[in-house]
Nanobody, 126 residues
């Protein structure tokens, strides 16, 4: 089991940057695929980015490619989402999630992740 706590959200102007962090506690952080999702008001939770166990493979939702970077530090049990050139449509609650299935597949589906943080609010003004 793993517990996840996000931090780093806030209010930023369009074009600005934010760095989200997710601290994990529990067992065997390196055995989890890690993902970031977001949810805007009135919308479903959507995939943002995922990273495999060693950090050697990453995937991004199309609208954030080239602007967001996901990384992890297994020694520190953390996963980070660096967000640059933010847009108002990036606004939402951002969630860190852990997938303990042992498979690098379906990383874009919320149902693949068994553990979730409480979320951190990101608001981008125009």
């Amino acid at each position: 089991q793993v517990q996840l706590v996000e931090s780093g959200g806030g209010l930023v102007q369009g074009g600005g940057s934010l760095r989200l962090s997710c601290a994990a506690s529990g067992r065997s952080f390196s055995s989890y695929v890690m993902g970031w999702f977001r949810q805007a008001p009135g919308k479903e939770r959507e995939f943002v980015a995922a990273i495999n166990w060693s950090g050697t493979s990453t995937y991004y939702e199309n609208s954030v490619k080239g602007r967001f970077t996901i990384s992890r530090d297994n020694a520190k049990n953390t996963v980070t989402l660096q967000m640059n050139t933010l847009k108002p449509e990036d606004t939402g609650v951002y969630y860190c999630a852990a997938d303990g299935r042992g498979s690098w597949s379906n990383w874009g589906l919320p149902s693949s992740y068994g553990y979730w943080g409480q979320g951190t609010q990101v608001t981008v003004s125009s």
